[in-house]
């Protein structure tokens, strides 16, 4: 999953890895930020980046996983709040690069809680992750419209994938 915040990333994993019975990954940085409780600064993406990569490791699994986010979030939000990222930082999401991202769309209403910026910025952020992706060479699908519609479309996404996964697996 990937995408401004307030988009349904979290809440569309949590349903996708149900469905798909397959582990999911949550948001490292919202956690961070909550713990922090104070307006993250340039010093934190280094933290953020080594934990959210630390849960990426930790989660077992065969052959599908769902991340509500990832490094590529980390280089989009440290590019637009503070004007750069460290270099690592973007090589190890390069490297790391999922086989596919779900980017959500920002046509849901947007809610305020205690991490969350500004519903202002949203249109440019989502416009900021979809560049970054096709930079990176991600195979990416949009995902939008109501919470039954984005579940379907994504739902039809996995599954193709994971079909063709599983027929180049049996091959001989």
Do not use: N
């Amino acid at each position: 999953m990937i995408g401004p915040e307030c988009s349904g990333k979290t809440t569309l994993a949590e349903r996708l890895a149900v469905r798909f019975d397959v582990p999911w990954v949550p948001e490292f940085a919202r956690e961070y930020a909550l713990r922090a409780d104070r307006l993250l600064t340039f010093e934190d993406v280094v933290p953020i980046a080594l934990g959210q990569m630390a849960l990426e490791d930790a989660a077992a699994y065969d052959s599908l996983i769902i991340l509500d986010t990832d490094l590529v979030s980390t280089v989009v939000y440290s590019g637009h709040y503070y004007g750069q990222c460290p270099e690592w930082i973007g090589r190890e999401a390069r490297a790391r690069k999922a086989d596919l991202y779900l980017l959500t769309d920002i046509d849901i209403p947007w809610a305020a809680d205690a991490v969350r910026d500004s519903a202002a910025t949203r249109a440019a952020l989502h416009g900021e992750f979809s560049t970054t992706l096709a930079a990176y060479g991600a195979h990416f699908v949009a995902i939008r419209g109501d919470w039954d519609a984005r579940f379907a479309a994504a739902e039809k996404v996995i599954e193709g994938i994971h079909a063709k996964t599983r027929r180049r697996e049996g091959a001989c």
